[in-house]
């Protein structure tokens, strides 16, 4: 089966300029999510989507960062203003039922997002 | 907070040998353990994951140790080889009641030298 898609994979941009990132989840799966990876660390939640609802964004920056998944599929991550701190890698992921109640998450390779 | 931490954050192993990377977490929710093996400019992948109703799991060269009253987890990889060589996550998260959050560890990263 076809993997999680993410597209661009590269982005460089002036602080204070606007980015979009897009996420296409595996054919079938409710569940989407958005990683933040900086450098050297662990990836971190962004947000969680089942189907086209938000479960969870309470780490979201929602001052500068906004998510959306219409209906149901793709998802897109934007950021306006970009702050130097946003350098990072943007995973995105997604899941479906496995093992009972147990969620396996399969990730895309990820938008290096590089703002000078 | 880091919910999970790990260590060592960084580790070289002579091809054949044993790969030990270990992790800790202080949220008695937590009741899924997974651990992610991520190469370079690649996403994550999970690698194997353990449940705490059992204490090992073992999947080929790959073997969880998990330690339910010490909040303990280990990862060991057998006969190490140089294709092992990348990062590795160890991660937590809690029984999906809507947000079922995956919380990672900082991060090993592995050298297999041959």
């Known amino acids: 089966e076809a993997g999680v898609a993410q597209s661009p994979r590269y982005k460089i941009i002036e602080k204070r300029q606007s980015v979009a990132f897009w996420c296409n989840p595996i054919?079938?799966?409710?569940?989407l999510y958005w990683y933040q990876q900086i450098l050297g660390q662990g990836p971190k939640l962004l947000i969680q989507?089942?189907?086209?609802?938000?479960?969870?964004d309470s780490q979201l920056p929602k001052d500068r960062f906004s998510a959306e998944r219409l209906k149901g599929v793709d998802s897109t991550l934007k950021i306006q203003p970009a702050k130097l701190e946003d350098s990072a890698v943007y995973l995105c992921?997604?899941?479906?039922?496995?093992?009972?109640?147990?969620?396996?998450?399969?990730f895309g390779p990820g938008t290096r997002l590089t703002v000078t | 907070q880091q919910q999970v931490k790990q260590s060592p954050q960084s580790l070289i192993v002579q091809k054949g040998g044993i790969s030990i990377i270990n992790c800790a977490y202080e949220?008695?929710?937590?009741?899924?353990f997974p651990w992610y093996q991520q190469f370079p400019g690649k996403g994550p992948a999970l690698l194997i994951a353990i449940r705490p109703d059992v204490s090992e799991k073992k999947e080929g060269r790959f073997t969880i140790s998990f330690n339910k009253s010490a909040k303990q987890f280990s990862l060991h990889i057998m006969d190490s080889q140089p294709g092992d060589s990348a990062t590795y996550f160890c991660a937590a998260s809690r029984r999906p009641t809507g947000a079922n959050n995956l919380f990672f560890g900082t991060g090993t990263r592995l050298t297999v030298i041959p």
């Open positions: 992921a997604s899941s479906a039922l496995r093992d009972r109640n147990f969620y396996e998450q399969y």
């Open positions: 989507f089942q189907n086209n609802g938000v479960v969870d």
């Open positions: 054919s079938g799966h409710a569940t």
């Open positions: 949220n008695t929710a937590f009741d899924y």
